[in-house]
């Protein structure tokens, strides 16, 4: 009985968790560069179990959300005519330095400073391949390549890590290990749209809406049928 109550328990977790992940993708539709996340639902004694040893059968005692992961693929190009807007065509992340140390992004909306300095919209200095910031001047060209004409300079661009990548927020991400370059190319005066699928996005979240709402009332059940064994025990 009180196993039925942690099972349904774990699947009002699950859901919550797994919606929280869908809910970020839509509310970054409009979001340049960004990469959606997908989530799966494994069961949770068995993750326990089998990360101690051997694999075991189904157990059904529980749900965990697992294999949280990364989209990679292309999202939309839109052409905006802005000659510091850049959008990465493949493979490929730009490298920028933040306080923290060198991140990478996907987004391409960047900007000039009062310094002349090409910067991300948050004000992070993108970087070349010799890790230099970059001075574009103010009118420039930059080739499929990342060279920037004018200057000679190539702006980096590195391939996502096999290992993956953290999220560290405002569309950054970390990545540890050597990295190496990219084989897509960039595309100036144009910008990559979100990789969200909403079509897909909504399904999800319907059924994850009816997972919860299923979970829950299971959840209402096993109380109820505690609480009755709690009532019978003092009647007797």
Do not use: C
């Not at 997908?38 to 294999?67: C, H, K, V, W, Y």
């Not at 400073?113 to 090409?118: K, Q, V």
């Amino acid at each position: 009985m009180i196993r039925g109550f942690y099972t349904a328990l774990s699947g009002i977790v699950s859901s919550m968790t797994r919606q929280a992940v869908v809910a970020d993708n839509i509310a970054n539709t409009s979001t340049v560069g960004f990469k959606q996340s997908r989530t799966s639902q494994d069961d949770f004694e068995l993750q326990i179990m089998n990360s101690q040893g051997p694999e075991l059968g189904e157990l059904g005692t529980g749900a965990i959300p697992t294999g949280l992961t990364l989209d990679t693929s292309q999202g939309p190009l839109q052409e905006t005519n802005n000659q510091t807007d850049m959008a990465v065509e493949g493979d490929g992340l730009f490298v920028v330095r933040t306080g923290g140390g060198v991140a990478y992004t996907r987004a391409g909306d960047f900007q000039v400073d009062a310094t002349g300095t090409l910067v991300t919209e948050q004000g992070y200095q993108v970087l070349d391949t010799a890790g230099h910031t970059i001075q574009p001047g103010q009118t420039f060209t930059v080739g499929s390549d990342g060279t920037i004409v004018e200057t000679g300079q190539r702006i980096a661009l590195v391939a996502w890590p096999p290992g993956g990548v953290t999220r560290l927020g405002q569309n950054l991400y970390s990545a540890g290990g050597a990295l190496t370059p990219a084989t897509g190319s960039i595309r100036q005066r144009m910008l990559e749209g979100s990789n969200t699928d909403m079509a897909l996005a909504m399904t999800d979240l319907i059924s994850l809406e009816r997972n919860f709402q299923m979970s829950s009332r299971a959840l209402s059940l096993q109380d109820g049928s505690i609480g009755d064994a709690v009532q019978l025990g003092r009647l007797r």
